[in-house]
């Protein structure tokens, strides 16, 4: 059985910010199955970002993210994150 799979990717840059994002989908024959995305962003310089994501799988589940954090220069040994994360996913499979 073939799946054929379809997937996009972006990344970007302006003076102040970084993007990226990327989308991806699958089917088997001509039902779709799988749909999951994602985008972030990243404010160079005050180091604020932000990141969503969100999937579904026909008749199995799917789930949201939403992640905000920063980045600072704290140690010498190299760029220290700090987020807060928030995820939600619904009949996803434990296994």
Do not use: C, Q
Not at 30 to 51: C, I, Q
Not at 66 to 85: H, M, N, P, Q, Y
């Amino acid at each position: 059985m073939s799946i054929p799979i379809l997937a996009g990717r972006y990344e970007g840059e302006t003076g102040a910010y970084r993007f990226m994002a990327g989308v991806g989908v699958s089917w088997i024959g001509e039902t779709f199955e799988n749909l999951a995305g994602s985008a972030s962003v990243l404010h160079k310089s005050s180091g604020l970002n932000l990141t969503v994501a969100s999937g579904t799988t026909k008749d199995i589940g799917d789930y949201n993210y939403v992640k905000a954090g920063v980045l600072r220069d704290i140690f010498a040994a190299g760029t220290t994150a700090f987020s807060l994360d928030y995820y939600l996913g619904a009949d996803i499979p434990a296994d």
